[in-house]
Structure formats: structure tokens, C-alpha cells
């Protein structure tokens, strides 16, 4: 039983390690960010940015007003 418990527990400790998904604006090369005119957002507005896109990519886009 306990060699099934930490079987079964391997691969959550696994993903654990793994390394975390990149952002939108990480995605980008700088030459990217650059002609989309993303290279001088601030931190605040990348931040903004990055939670707009992950908003729209699962589907909860805010509607256009």
C-alpha cells in the first residue's frame, strides 16, 4: 500500500519541478515586443497585459464596451 501512495505521488512531485508556463509578453522576442510597441510598458502594465491575454486565451474576455 504505501509503495501505491508514492507511486501515485511521483508524478505530482514531478510537475512540481517543472518549469512554469511562459507568459505572452515573455513569448515574444525583443524585436517582437518591439514592433508591437510593447518594449517600455511598465511592470504594472505588462502585468495588465499578461492578465488580458491569459483572460482571452481561457475564454473570459471582457466584452467590448
Known amino acids: 500500500m504505501r509503495r501505491l501512495v508514492i507511486l501515485l505521488l511521483l508524478p505530482v ?21 518591439t514592433r508591437l510597441g510593447l518594449s517600455s510598458l ?13 483572460a482571452y486565451a481561457r475564454g473570459r474576455g471582457a466584452p467590448v464596451a
Not at 512531485?13 to 515586443?33: D, K, M, N, T
Not at 502585468?47 to 491575454?53: D, G, H, K, Q, Y
Open 42 to 54: 511598465s511592470p504594472a502594465q505588462a502585468a495588465e497585459l499578461e492578465a488580458a491575454v491569459e
Open 13 to 33: 512531485i514531478a510537475l512540481q519541478g517543472a518549469e512554469p508556463a511562459v507568459g505572452f509578453l515573455q513569448s515574444l522576442s525583443p524585436e517582437q515586443r
